[in-house]
């Protein structure tokens, strides 16, 4: 019975990106059951103007940017992924999608965890909803460098903003 059970299993993890939860190391998530490759999964794929929308919004447009891209999955149907800006210091999420040139942009922006001031030396948080642990940020990150996409986008110009119509 448990050769049975070695074999459904390898075959599941054959047939989908699966990863069992204490495959996952420290992280700033918890309670992931999964890893996707953006890439290749619906919203995700063709992710090059989300990280344009970032850049536009942070003015850093006019310079070479380094992301890695992953995306989670949990046992209640979320996913999204977590995209690590290099160059701004933040890791951030992306539900995939046009998710950051919608209205609610600023609200992901305010929730990303920035590498400089949301990063403790510490074994917990204690309580904070914004910190994150050195230890936990470290995993993720390392989480992003072995399974995740690299996409480096190259300095562009913003197109203008939208001409206001008068009434």
Not at 28 to 57: C, H, K, W
Not at 69 to 83: C, E, K, Q
Request: aromatic share 10%; with cysteine; hydrophobic share 35%.
């Amino acid at each position: 019975m448990r050769t049975l059970a070695r074999l459904v299993g390898a075959a599941l993890l054959g047939a989908a990106p699966l990863a069992i939860a204490t495959d996952f190391g420290p992280s700033i998530y918890a309670g992931m059951t999964a890893r996707f490759d953006t890439a290749t999964t619906p919203p995700y794929q063709n992710p090059e103007s989300e990280p344009r929308v970032l850049l536009q919004s942070q003015k850093a447009h006019g310079a070479r940017n380094h992301f890695c891209m992953l995306g989670y999955r949990w046992p209640d149907g979320m996913a999204f992924a977590s995209v690590h800006w290099r160059e701004g210091g933040l890791i951030l999420r992306w539900h995939g999608g046009s998710d950051w040139a919608d209205d609610e942009f600023e609200w992901y922006l305010n929730k990303a965890v920035d590498l400089q001031t949301g990063v403790i030396d510490a074994d917990d948080p204690q309580g904070s909803t914004f910190l994150v642990t050195r230890r936990d940020a470290n995993g993720t990150l390392e989480d992003c460098r072995r399974h995740g996409r690299q996409y480096l986008i190259e300095p562009f110009t913003p197109p203008p903003p939208p001409v206001a119509e008068d009434d």
